[in-house]
């Protein structure tokens, strides 16, 4: 056994190599995820409705521009394969093409600037929380044009094997934004008290100062010799329509999960306030959990995509493999800890509760810590199949799937568990997992069959 795995560790495509990638990528998706964890907890300090409020908010900001963003990351695919075909000339211009998709989502982010306040009256949360959750998204939203830009870059220096910036610009915008979210929220520092309000401006200002140094960095001399990135600025429609044909399903299935978590969170929020925070913190717990492993999952389809580009197949399934074996081991030292010690998770977003609060709420979130525990499980297999697929240009297949279980067997089931038996939390979670298993029984099987070994994105 040990043999092996030492075999597997020094071998192309072994754990080395895909933990050399995956680090900063892995580092990066936690910092992102650290950043959201304090950032509500400190909302949650500043009172207790924010954390209730800014979660859909925040995700119903992601749901409506999940499609410009998720479209403009698949860059990096194109970037890889290219990389590894080693045709480095083109590269700077496909980077170039995912900044352009700003203008397609101004046409959603200009309206919902301006509708804030009545598109969440319409939902129909408690009025204490609806000033908060307009207030939130409406500066939120600035954010989508700059992630747009970010996510191109963070492609370009992920398909490049440059992985270490995408890590020091991601670690940079966590730190200012919870330096800002310190002095804003809560008025440190002889900084206006602003609240929720306060949380979403450290969070603008964090993403732009961080893409600028992403853009000060590809358009540094180096790259700019050996990969055009000053060059081939215009738009390129050619290489345009590839990025949307097969980043397009990759935007939407962002799009339609985010919409899918957004309905199930408005779902729980019609059961009542106790359960909404109660899930809040679990969501929250689970995006600490699940972030590290998404980084490896990028880092998979940046592998996929660079063997694909040289023509390699075989090493491909290697890399994904040994990733599965990765992300299984954290998976499984991750949910332990959430069944055994479930109070150090919950604790940062209990302080300062009411004791009545308290007493509704966190026995709820050990019920559910134990089904993120169990839905870690499957993610580990199904994370890196759906990133090796994307890695390849299987993006439709994995697409459909995502949005049909998310529907299907989450949605639908917890509406009608709402609507007409209720609505109970712990049954609606147990949805969450079962969408999980199957996500993961059906990514197995589409990868097992091999067809996206004979698949490319680049012309």
């Not at 590290?292 to 197949?313: E, F, W, Y």
């Not at 007493?359 to 089904?371: A, E, F, K, S």
């Not at 994307?390 to 299907?408: E, H, N, P, Y």
Request: glycine residues 8%; hydrophobic residues 55%; proline residues 3%.
């Amino acid at each position: 056994m040990f043999r092996a795995i030492k075999n597997r560790w020094h071998s192309r495509s072994g754990y080395k190599e895909v933990l050399v990638l995956a680090i900063p990528l892995v580092i990066t998706t936690s910092s992102g995820s650290l950043q959201s964890f304090i950032d509500r907890m400190f909302l949650s300090w500043f009172d207790s409705n924010a954390l209730a409020a800014t979660v859909p908010a925040a995700m119903i900001c992601f749901t409506l521009t999940a499609l410009f963003v998720g479209t403009a990351s698949y860059v990096g695919v194109f970037v890889a394969q290219y990389f590894g075909a080693r045709e480095e000339q083109k590269i700077g211009a496909s980077v170039w093409q995912g900044f352009y998709i700003i203008g397609l989502s101004l046409l959603v982010v200009i309206p919902v600037f301006i509708f804030a306040e009545p598109l969440f009256r319409w939902i129909g949360h408690d009025p204490i929380l609806q000033a908060m959750e307009a207030s939130y998204s409406q500066i939120l939203i600035l954010s989508i044009p700059l992630m747009i830009v970010s996510g191109s870059l963070s492609g370009f220096f992920s398909g490049i094997s440059r992985t270490s910036v995408v890590m020091w610009s991601n670690l940079l915008i966590t730190v200012l934004n919870l330096l800002l979210d310190y002095g804003l929220i809560f008025g440190n520092w002889g900084l206006p008290r602003m609240g929720v309000a306060g949380a979403a401006w450290a969070t603008v200002i964090s993403v732009a100062v961080g893409t600028a140094v992403q853009l000060w960095i590809f358009l540094k001399p180096e790259y700019r010799q050996r990969f055009k990135t000053h060059l081939h600025w215009q738009p390129n429609w050619q290489l345009f329509k590839r990025l949307l044909h097969f980043g397009f399903p990759v935007g939407l299935q962002m799009q339609m999960q985010a919409l899918a978590w957004t309905m199930f969170v408005l779902l729980i929020g019609k059961i009542g306030i106790a359960e909404l925070t109660a899930h809040s913190i679990a969501m929250n717990v689970f995006m600490i959990a699940v972030m590290p492993v998404a980084g490896m999952s990028i880092a998979v389809s940046v592998l996929v995509g660079q063997r694909l580009g040289d023509s390699d197949p075989d090493a491909a399934e290697r890399a994904t493999h040994s990733a599965v074996h990765l992300a299984a081991v954290f998976f499984v030292f991750a949910g332990i800890m959430l069944i055994v010690q479930p109070n150090w998770f919950i604790e940062p977003f209990s302080r300062g509760m009411e004791t009545s609060i308290y007493q509704t709420t966190v026995p709820l979130v050990h019920d559910l810590l134990r089904l993120v525990a169990l839905f870690c499980l499957f993610e580990a297999v199904s994370m890196m199949m759906a990133g090796a697929l994307k890695g390849a240009g299987d993006t439709r297949f994995v697409a459909w799937t995502g949005i049909a279980c998310s529907w299907l067997v989450l949605v639908l089931p917890t509406a009608l568990l709402v609507y007409f038996w209720g609505g109970k939390l712990l049954w609606s979670w147990m949805f969450f997992v079962l969408n999980g298993l199957l996500m993961c029984a059906v990514h197995w099987l589409r990868f097992r069959g091999a067809k996206w070994k004979s698949l490319r994105v680049i012309s």
